[in-house]
């Protein structure tokens, strides 16, 4: 009996939620907000803001500045940044490898940081052709020389190890004064090495009782294009590197960058890229090691231009620079350093929405610096002519996420393109929106009853590309019907109720992989996927489809069945743009599916496209119920 009505309240409890949906169906997007049912991401529905809420810097030493920023956002006291370009290979000279002096014993306290190095610290002599050397030796003796100065004699630990940044696409800078067969062979021979490097250094620190704490992450990948040479660049590096290291690194790490320098001037990796890109991560490494592995985002937002006048000043071309010159030419503007907060807040939301998959996400938004740095355009800080600091526009990150905290709550969008997250804290809700249509959109805000409203903050920000942003705060007694969302747009409206919220239901998400992965599109062949396992019932259900075609080639598969049962694509199901800026699509399709026709226990999808060519990159089955 109290099974039954368990089943029959929830039951009533989403027929309440379809009902409100339907009584705004007429309006261009409707948001759907239920304050009294807790949604779970797997085990974690508290929201954790050392995952989201970072920069890319590090603060060894005391600094006020730092300190105020702290207390002002809502930071941790003990946070000192997350990313360290320093850890004991640096001190591997030239291929000579110190002596470790004993200073510490026992389990090592770690700092909650990022350590990395440039692959340099491992390719030290540019004269060795890596393609006919046995590097191995070498890189055992290294990687138990790391073990062992972390074990022994570094001051601060870091809590994970990510031994190299962006390694493989400078692969070809340690194969100089090569060329054709000889130069491929080595760029092939160095990007395996990089691969076992991390499996080495993983095992060395595992091995060590003391370092229990230490987690490895890797391969810290630049502007992942898996879809590149027919999906040849996926297979030669990331799934390489799962083949070779997965069983015994702790984390997958990558960097997602919107802008130019991705693979095409404007392209964007906010909304269904970046879905794919994680969804083949998670689906593979699930496939090769029976669990899909954790996922760190050591660098993500937008690539902003350098200034005209200072890569004039300084010869820099891209991100290089003849170093030789020195200038005073700011290569900080406000509005170029601005571009790179819509593309974060863009991603940040996908990734609070993968809470309990994610380990750490650090937007690249680094320290001080003075203007004339090539990275005053991401700076947090910039100093003025009387030396002091003042905040950038990239401050405005941090202020969309001040006040966000508690536990989440069911926040249903029916628009794919405008992402909408809700929190729960005491008598407050906090409801964080954002826009990644290219044109504003009109969003019906229907708050389900959770007592009455005291007070309402709206919060707002604006990204322009030619003026700098725009930040609204808006308060009101009664709750707003509608919001109007320009693109990139962001809202966050914090509602005060006279009395605390309490919970009554909960929805738990969970996602199940497929078998297959990566499967050839042919026109006219079913491609077919199994779902072991599931756990079906009252909820709602979606078909997250990794597609990577060329474009003016289907997106949407002409056929898609369940169990033998027919699935209508009737809405929008890809997120954001269609990223005609990019050379292909490579995006997850989100397509709801009826509940009813989900099993308990095995599940079939197949799904056929008309016309060749591409691939069916992944395949999950994700269940909120």
């Known amino acids: 009996m109290k099974q039954l009505m368990t089943k029959m309240k929830i039951k009533n409890l989403f027929s309440a939620i379809m009902l409100c949906c339907s009584m705004v169906a007429n309006s261009q997007s409707a948001i759907t907000i239920d304050p009294a049912t807790q949604r779970y991401l797997g085990d974690e529905s508290d929201f954790k803001r050392e995952k989201f809420v970072a920069f890319h810097a590090l603060f060894t030493e005391p600094d006020a500045d730092f300190e105020k920023f702290k207390k002002d956002f809502n930071i941790d006291s003990d946070y000192m940044g997350s990313r360290r370009f320093y850890y004991p290979i640096a001190k591997a000279k030239n291929g000579k490898i110190p002596a470790v002096k004993k200073t510490y014993d026992g389990e090592r306290k770690v700092f909650e940081h990022i350590a990395t190095a440039p692959p340099s610290a491992l390719f030290y002599d540019k004269k060795i052709n890596y393609g006919k050397t046995d590097f191995m030796p070498y890189i055992s003796d290294v990687s138990n020389y790391v073990a062992k100065a972390l074990r022994d004699e570094w001051e601060q630990v870091p809590r994970f190890l990510e031994p190299f940044n962006e390694p493989m696409v400078h692969a070809g800078d340690f194969a100089t004064g090569l060329k054709g067969a000889d130069k491929k062979a080595a760029i092939e021979a160095i990007v395996t090495y990089i691969c076992k490097y991390h499996r080495e250094v993983a095992r060395a620190v595992k091995s060590m009782p003391e370092l229990k704490n230490v987690e490895i992450m890797g391969f810290g990948s630049a502007f992942p294009e898996f879809e590149a040479n027919d999906f040849g660049l996926w297979k030669s590096r ?21 802008g130019s320098g991705v ?6 990796r906010s909304g269904s890229n970046l879905e794919a890109i994680l969804d083949i991560l998670q689906t593979y490494s699930y496939i090769k090691l029976g669990k899909p592995l954790p996922i760190a985002i050591t660098e993500y937002g937008r690539l902003v231009p350098n200034q005209p006048e200072w890569a004039k000043a300084t010869g820099a071309v891209g991100n290089k620079l003849d170093k030789k010159v020195t200038t005073k030419v700011s290569n900080y503007h ?58 950038s526009n990239r401050i405005y990150f941090f202020e969309m996420l001040k006040e966000i905290k508690g536990k989440q709550v069911v926040v249903k969008s029916d628009n794919v393109d405008i992402q909408a997250l809700g929190y729960v804290d005491g008598n407050r809700l906090f409801l ?8 504003a959109n009109e969003v019906k805000l229907n708050l389900c009853s959770a007592g ?4 309402v903050n709206v919060k707002t920000l604006k990204i322009f590309a030619d003026k700098e942003p725009v930040l609204k705060n808006l308060k009101s007694k009664n709750a707003p019907e509608n919001i109007t969302l320009a693109y990139g747009e962001t809202a966050v409206i914090t509602y005060e109720f006279k009395n605390k919220i309490k919970f009554d239901s909960k929805v738990v998400r969970t996602k199940y992989y497929s078998q297959t992965y990566l499967q050839p599109i042919q026109a006219g062949k079913n491609l077919n996927f199994t779902f072991d396992g599931v756990k079906g019932g009252v909820g709602d259900v979606v078909l997250r489809l990794g597609i990577g075609r060329k474009h003016g080639l289907a997106v949407v598969p002409d056929s898609i069945k369940i ?12 997120k954001g743009y269609d990223q005609h800026t990019r050379k292909q699509f490579f995006g997850a399709l989100e397509i709801p599916i009826p509940a009813n026709i989900v099993n308990n226990g095995k599940n079939n999808l197949s799904v056929e496209f008309a016309d060749d060519g591409g691939y069916v990159t992944s395949a999950i089955l994700q269940i909120e119920r």
Request: aromatic share 8%; no cysteine.
């Open 452 to 455: 009455d409203v005291k007070n």
């Open 432 to 439: 964080m929106l954002n826009n990644l249509n290219d044109n």
């Open 334 to 391: 406000p509005v170029t350093n601005s571009q790179a907060v819509r593309s974060q807040l863009h991603m940040v939301m996908s990734f609070m929405n993968r809470q309990n998959e994610l380990v750490r996400t650090v937007p690249f938004t680094i320290g001080k610096a003075p203007q004339s740095a090539m990275y005053s355009k991401s700076s947090l800080w910039v100093k003025q002519a009387d030396g002091s600091y003042e905040y």
């Open 263 to 268: 693979n095409n001037a404007g392209g964007r």
């Open 238 to 258: 990331f799934k390489q590197f799962i083949d070779i290291a997965g069983e015994d690194i702790d984390i997958l790490s990558l960097h997602l960058y919107d």
């Open 563 to 574: 169990n033998g049962n027919v699935v209508d694509v009737k809405s929008d199901v890809i």
